[in-house]
């Protein structure tokens, strides 16, 4: 059973790193969601945009949630961080990038497992829908058909003029 498990992780991960691939190739185009398709919850809040997309006719939506960690034990197992937490501290809270598969036209939405290749997603989708890619291109376009290279003042270096034969 642990074999196949981690099969399906394994599967999950390249899935992802699919997705990760096809966003920055300008395959999938992430969009901001309406108001429908971000999810309502309970318990955890949502931090930041929530993206969704189709692909091969399912939907496919991408946000980031701010949780209350409920095990202290595996949260602090590998950082000093215990040594300094008092005691009668609030439970300190993490965040969680999540992918979701919706199963019915009706809005279920099927939730991956916690990956940390989700973030990679998330940071893709997040340049993609804001068009970052676009805009860098589109100012150096503008610097390369306007001439000379513009510098700013903190970085532009005096040439000194050429003597002799030009």
Known sequence: MANLEQGVRDDWQRF???????????????????????PELDDDKIVGPCFTTTLNEKRL????IRHEVSDLGAYFSS????DYLPARSRRPWAKT??????????GNWW????????RD?????????????EFIQSILREDATDGPEVTTT????KTP??????
């Not at 997603?121 to 890619?133: G, H, I, N, Y």
């Open 16 to 38: 992802i790193s699919a997705l990760i691939e096809r966003t920055q190739k300008g395959m999938i185009d992430w969009q901001d969601a309406v108001d429908n398709d971000v």
């Open 61 to 64: 939506r991408l946000y980031e």
């Open 79 to 82: 950082t000093a961080l215990a």
């Open 97 to 106: 990038i999540v992918l979701e598969l919706a199963t019915t036209e009706g």
């Open 111 to 118: 939730r991956f497992p916690p990956m940390t290749i989700t």
């Open 121 to 133: 997603l998330f940071d893709a989708a997040s340049r993609q829908s804001a068009r970052v890619d």
């Open 154 to 157: 903190a970085s532009a270096k």
């Open 161 to 166: 003029p050429k003597i002799g034969p030009q």
